[in-house]
């Protein structure tokens, strides 16, 4: 009972994806890595709603940084986690599956890039900073129909 529950829940968010009165859910479901679970909260949480500029998409996942400034002193103290937890959260797991789905992607040859530079110590500092990138990315794929440079689209949008 409980198994038929949780399918038809999978299956009305699916329908709901597709249904959508836009088409830009289904966008994201044709990179290779998004599947309809991260493309649902995706969308419903944060690229379906309406921003002037891409760091207004990341203040509203908490994805910005934190200044500090004491005197002549000002530093930045890692992200603010202020927005939507629920977006951040999965915006670092879809930015740690991009990293492996998407190889060849301009934004994970940058994650590998920093990670390899630093030799390999700050990889979920890395990690953060690939989320906010992706999610910049994915809001100019949803609403403009920009691909990200070398991401992969899956057989079935083709």
């Known amino acids: 009972m409980l198994i038929q529950q949780i399918k038809?829940?999978?299956e009305a968010r699916d329908a709901m994806l597709v249904a959508?009165?836009?088409p830009t859910p289904a966008l994201l479901l044709?990179?290779?890595?998004i599947g309809p679970e991260f493309a649902?909260?995706?969308w419903f949480e944060g690229l379906s709603r309406k921003f002037d500029n891409r760091r207004q998409v990341a203040a509203y996942a908490?994805?910005?940084p934190t200044p500090w400034q004491s005197g002549q002193i000002n530093c930045e103290q890692g992200v603010s986690k202020s927005g939507n937890p629920r977006l951040?959260?999965?915006?670092?797991q879809v930015a740690w599956l991009w990293v492996r789905h998407q190889p060849n992607s301009a934004l994970s040859?940058?994650?590998?890039?920093?990670?390899t530079q630093n030799g390999g110590r700050y990889k979920k500092t890395a990690i953060i900073a690939l989320a906010r990138k992706l999610l910049v990315a994915l809001w100019k794929y949803v609403n403009a129909g920009v691909v990200i440079e070398?991401?992969?689209?899956?057989k079935t949008s083709a």
């Open 8 to 10: 038809d829940v999978e």
């Open 20 to 22: 959508a009165d836009v």
């Open 30 to 33: 044709s990179l290779k890595g």
């Open 40 to 42: 649902a909260v995706l």
């Open 62 to 64: 908490g994805l910005v």
């Open 88 to 92: 951040r959260s999965t915006l670092v």
């Open 109 to 115: 040859q940058w994650f590998r890039a920093r990670v």
């Open 150 to 154: 070398g991401a992969l689209l899956t």
